[in-house]
């Protein structure tokens, strides 16, 4: 789960640790989506977003 600990971003700003993972060419869209959301929405069993909104 990405950004779950804010210890590991002292001195960078939050975006530009977003985007340096979303922008990363050595990781496939699976494991991105898996690390920008889909784990969390595994473990907390959350639904999945409604793409229509």
Same mark, same amino acid.
């Given at each position: 789960? @990405?950004? !779950?600990? =804010?210890? +590991?971003?002292?001195?960078? *700003? @939050?975006?530009?640790? /977003?985007? !340096? /993972? *979303?922008?990363?060419?050595?990781? !496939? !869209?699976?494991? =991105? &989506? @898996?690390?920008?959301?889909?784990?969390? *929405? =595994? +473990?907390?069993? @959350?639904?999945?977003?409604?793409? &229509?909104?």
């Amino acid at each position: 789960m @990405w950004a !779950s600990d =804010k210890t +590991v971003t002292f001195g960078y *700003r @939050w975006g530009d640790l /977003l985007y !340096s /993972l *979303r922008d990363d060419p050595e990781l !496939s !869209s699976e494991e =991105k &989506a @898996w690390l920008l959301g889909g784990t969390a *929405r =595994k +473990v907390l069993n @959350w639904p999945a977003a409604d793409k &229509a909104q």
